[in-house]
């Protein structure tokens, strides 16, 4: 190494093997390669398998600078492609075509990958071809402890950083950090490092139980369908569908009911299933402090939005990393003018503005598709022109935000003027009068609960858990709903709270059954909208007389109580 510049033979650490880590090393031999320097590029990765393997959406601008990297884009990648993006908020929609060459949603899931690791895949492929080395072990942070001048010549030249692994520690010359959003290593990274901030998100795999299904060739975004969810993605692939929601204190129950929301309003095609689901963070700006002596973060670690949608900010934080590193030398003076300043600054412009579009489209309401056609129209604003969001060549991130802040203080004048009018569902069916969904995790439960209304003659339809309620309620409202309060993902009382303030099932009548016949929980089940509290087991007669209005005598093959709950001491909760 001569001074402090990347020379042959000099040593690069990336922390990170997802697509920002591979990406990165991919970009720095072939930078390298181009300027005559052989550098020795190691990848740590934690290997970890992700429980929702997320599908990628790969715009003309991806696939191009992919190809450029040495990437392999083969056809078959190219299963599903999006006619464009729909934008709904308070039951107003509109589209936003896909740029030329179209939208390409890779993903392999359920049969395979998703469309994230199979584009990693390739990126590997495509390092390890020009000489990366990938080693699956946890970082646990960086230090800076150049040797000491005594030392021996081979540790002297093998650099001042040391990356500790796993109780061991290598020299390098350089290091990137390409974890996700959060930069998990922090201050381990560097002192005073502040990678781009974060929101909370979850994110869910829906299944179709048929492989005939077309999916929709159009991605959705929903604008605050929940007053705790700021966005709702809803990404059609060629199997699922993959969603995504956000906002400062989302939870997967929140989730959860703008799932049902959304097959209540026909946004999910009947037929689906929920298979996985997991929280996860969004990047929501620009990270500051992003450099230090030999020291870059990149991808989602160092800048980023929700409303990104395609993986070309990634992508360019590593191209510009690996030219700021090779070109502006390793002193944190020259990263910071060579890869921030120079390299990153529209970049992080964007990030900024796309974060703080989101607090401006909630206030938008109903005006928020209208900000979308509005950024479009506007063309690029403020500069250099860098993409636009949700992976379509317009709007810009800049743009976005003057539409979403003018329709955003539109929408608070106008609402002092008018009456709050309820956005009207766009699909309202029938409600089916002898029809009764029980929705138990019990199979014995439901199946005694089924005997017991199908005897006066009902129709009963059963559920495992809540989620498996979402399509079958939107198309096919009953007269009551029986609702056990402990369920899969989201406990009974949340789902119950969901329903009731739906304008469609807000007048389903929603009976809450527990076997913790406790006080507070009796209270919570009447607060949250249930038309009635029974603790298990249920009395057959008091559940009969409920329903039906009058004294109906159940069967004799039905038992006296149904559902007879198993106590857990440990958590005070009961199986059923």
Not at 2 to 28: D, E, K, P, Q, T
Not at 41 to 58: M, Q
Not at 188 to 210: E, I, K, M
Not at 390 to 395: Q, V
Request: with cysteine; glycine share 10%; aromatic share 6%.
């Amino acid at each position: 190494m001569s001074g402090s510049r990347l020379v042959g033979g000099s040593r690069v650490a990336v922390i990170g093997g997802g697509i920002a880590g591979a990406g990165l090393a991919a970009s720095l031999l072939f930078n390298g390669r181009a300027r005559g320097i052989s550098l020795d590029v190691r990848v740590y990765s934690d290997g970890d398998p992700e429980r929702v393997p997320p599908p990628v959406v790969l715009t003309p601008e991806c696939r191009s600078r992919l190809a450029a990297l040495g990437c392999r884009v083969p056809m078959e990648w190219r299963v599903h492609e999006l006619r464009g993006v729909e934008i709904l908020a308070q039951g107003r929609r509109e589209l936003l075509p896909a740029p030329p060459g179209g939208l390409w949603v890779v993903d392999g899931w359920p049969q395979g990958q998703g469309g994230l690791a199979i584009v990693r895949e390739a990126l590997v492929t495509a390092a390890t071809a020009q000489g990366a080395r990938f080693v699956e072990r946890h970082v646990d942070r960086v230090e800076n402890q150049p040797p000491a001048p005594d030392a021996p010549a081979a540790v002297r030249n093998s650099g001042p950083l040391v990356v500790r692994a796993q109780g061991s520690g290598e020299r390098f010359h350089a290091a990137a950090l390409a974890t996700g959003a959060g930069g998990l290593l922090g201050d381990a990274f560097f002192p005073g490092f502040r990678p781009a901030p974060t929101v909370a998100a979850v994110q869910a795999r829906l299944r179709h139980c048929s492989s005939r299904l077309t999916l929709s060739p159009l991605a959705r975004l929903w604008i605050a369908p929940l007053p705790t969810v700021d966005g709702l993605f809803l990404l059609p692939g060629a199997h699922s569908v993959y969603a995504l929601a956000f906002g400062p204190a989302v939870t997967p129950a929140d989730l959860c009911q703008a799932l049902m929301m959304a097959a209540r309003d026909g946004l999910v095609e009947e037929g689906f299933e929920l298979t996985a689901l997991e929280t996860t963070r969004l990047p929501f700006g620009p990270g500051r402090s992003l450099v230090a002596p030999g020291q870059v973060a990149v991808g989602p670690a160092a800048l980023g939005h929700p409303l990104q949608l395609g993986l070309s900010e990634t992508l360019a934080t590593c191209s510009r990393a690996a030219v700021g590193l090779l070109d502006g030398g390793l002193e944190p003076s020259a990263l910071e003018r060579r890869y921030v300043r120079e390299g990153l600054s529209e970049l992080m412009e964007d990030a900024a503005a796309g974060a703080r579009s989101i607090a401006w489209l909630r206030r938008a309401g109903r005006r928020a598709p209208e900000a979308f056609l509005a950024a479009r129209r506007r063309g690029p604003v403020g500069g250099v022109y860098s993409g636009g969001v949700l992976g379509l060549a317009a709007p810009t991130p800049l743009a976005l935000l003057a539409s979403a802040r003018w329709a955003g203080m539109r929408e608070v004048l106008g609402s002092w003027l008018r009456t709050t009018v309820e956005p009207v569902p766009t699909t309202i069916p029938m409600l089916e009068p002898d029809l009764y969904y029980v929705v138990d995790d019990d199979p014995d439960a439901r199946e005694a609960m089924t005997q017991l209304l199908e005897s006066t003659g009902a129709t009963v339809v059963s559920f495992a858990d809540e989620l498996a309620l979402f399509c079958a309620v939107a198309r096919r409202p009953p007269t009551a709903i029986l609702l056990d309060v402990v369920l899969h993902w989201v406990d009974g009382l949340r789902l119950c709270e969901g329903l009731k303030q739906h304008p469609l099932t807000r007048n389903t009548r929603v009976v809450v059954m527990s076997g913790l016949n406790r006080p507070h929980v009796r209270q919570r089940a009447l607060d949250a909208g249930a038309e009635a509290f029974l603790p298990k087991p249920v009395e057959p007669s008091r559940l009969l007389r409920l329903l039906m209005g009058h004294d109906v005598q159940p069967p004799a093959a039905v038992p006296a109580r149904v559902s007879e709950p198993v106590a857990d001491v440990e958590s005070g909760r009961y199986a059923s």
